[in-house]
């Protein structure tokens, strides 16, 4: 994966935290780690201070998103995401315990990339990061103007 693309993991259990983080680092991927607990802290750090998501023009981030917050839904936070200007173009994973099949077409529907149900199969988990990270390295994500 290119060093330039930022890893945002929203994901309020902290041992799924951990054991998802090990297993990225395992799969030999070294790129910064963002780690939120939280919709609220995910929506301020994604949008920034004036709710834009201009800060992040220009950067590749990779977004693991949980749907199952304490505060609000990741489906929420997945259509915020792909409706703003400066962060559609963002890959989303989603890690969750929901399985529903209307939930998960719903979330392709939405525009995330890769939908996996926990517990992860780490091993296909790892794969989907590395070929995530080969999109980035071989496509370039153009800035909005």
Excluded: W
Aim: with cysteine; charged share 25%.
């Amino acid at each position: 994966m290119t060093e330039h693309v930022t890893i945002i993991m929203i994901e309020d259990d902290e041992g799924h935290a951990r054991l998802i983080e090990k297993n990225i680092r395992r799969a030999g991927v070294r790129n910064e780690i963002v780690s939120l607990s939280d919709g609220t802290s995910a929506i301020r750090h994604l949008f920034g201070e004036d709710g834009s998501g201009s800060e992040h023009r220009g950067h590749a981030l990779l977004i693991l998103l949980d749907l199952n917050l304490p505060d609000m839904s990741g489906i929420d936070i997945l259509k915020r995401l792909k409706a703003n200007e400066y962060l559609k173009r963002s890959p989303v994973v989603v890690l969750t315990t929901t399985d529903d099949q209307h939930e998960i077409q719903r979330c392709y529907d939405l525009g995330c990339n890769v939908y996996i149900t926990k517990p992860v199969d780490y091993e296909s988990f790892a794969n989907s990061i590395r070929q995530l990270g080969l999109f980035f390295s071989v496509i370039q994500i153009p800035e909005t103007s």
